[in-house]
């Protein structure tokens, strides 16, 4: 990961070079405040900065969340997109098998 300091503050050091980060995503800065996750070439989602906020949309543009650093924003998106563990999915279909 490039060594970067970004803030919800106008006026913020921003790199125009490719950041990368863990869990297949490499992230790109599109715009001073915009920052576009892709995985393995796909678009995997994105990063906007909203004053004091950094609001985080999936792939399909949907909101997951708003952080108050672009770190938690970008781990949050990674954690967004991780696939399921076996343990939490068979909790998911046990939970999904009782409302039947």
């Known amino acids: 990961m490039s060594s970067i300091h970004t803030s919800a503050r106008p006026g913020a050091l921003l790199s125009q070079h490719p950041m990368t980060e863990g869990a297949g995503l490499a992230w790109r800065q599109a715009d001073h405040d915009v920052f576009v996750a892709t995985n393995e070439g796909e678009f995997a989602g994105f990063v906007t900065v ?3 906020a950094h609001v ?3 792939s399909h543009s949907r909101r997951i969340g708003s952080y108050p650093t672009l ?6 998106l990674v954690d967004a ?5 076996r ?3 068979r909790l998911r ?3 999904l098998s009782r409302r039947r």
């Open 50 to 52: 909203d004053r004091n």
């Open 56 to 58: 985080v949309h999936d």
């Open 71 to 76: 770190a938690a924003a970008r781990q949050a």
């Open 81 to 85: 997109t991780r696939p399921p563990s």
């Open 87 to 89: 343990r939490r999915e």
């Open 93 to 95: 279909r046990r939970i």
